[in-house]
């Protein structure tokens, strides 16, 4: 399986930006999908899932009125439309991709294959 994020950049605070992570490698509309960002010095969070044929969505706290994750399974890819955006959103972006239709969409363990990250720095 190969994850391969892409939307990342510098943004103001209160703009907006778009991510897009090209799934392959199995089944994409079988699968739940995630982002996850990380900040230095600190804790992988969970930012947003989504379902397989995409009925159920989550959202992290921070995120939540700000950010929709949502998806495409004719094109193999997740997305993840992120307005309003803070200096606190500065992260790196993972995608995710989950192992089973077990386990909770929050959590990082329930992912067994991952893309490499992209930036987002929102200036204040």
């Known amino acids: 399986v190969q994850l391969v994020e892409s939307g990342g950049g510098l943004v103001q605070a209160g703009g907006s930006l778009r991510l897009s992570c090209a799934a392959s490698?199995?089944?994409?509309?079988?699968?739940?999908m995630g982002w996850f960002r990380q900040a230095p010095g600190k804790e992988r969070e969970f930012v947003a899932a989504?379902?397989?044929?995409?009925?159920?969505?989550y959202y992290g706290d921070s995120v939540k009125g700000r950010f929709t994750i949502f998806r495409d399974n004719a094109k193999n890819t997740v997305y993840l439309q992120m307005n309003s955006l803070k200096p606190e959103d500065t992260a790196v972006y993972y995608c995710?991709?989950?192992?089973?239709?077990?386990?909770?969409?929050?959590?990082?363990?329930?992912?067994?294959?991952w893309g490499q990250g992209t930036q987002v720095t929102v200036s204040s």
């Open positions: 989504i379902s397989p044929s995409a009925i159920w969505t």
């Open positions: 995710a991709q989950k192992a089973s239709s077990s386990g909770s969409y929050n959590s990082a363990r329930s992912y067994d294959y």
């Open positions: 490698g199995r089944t994409f509309s079988s699968y739940g």
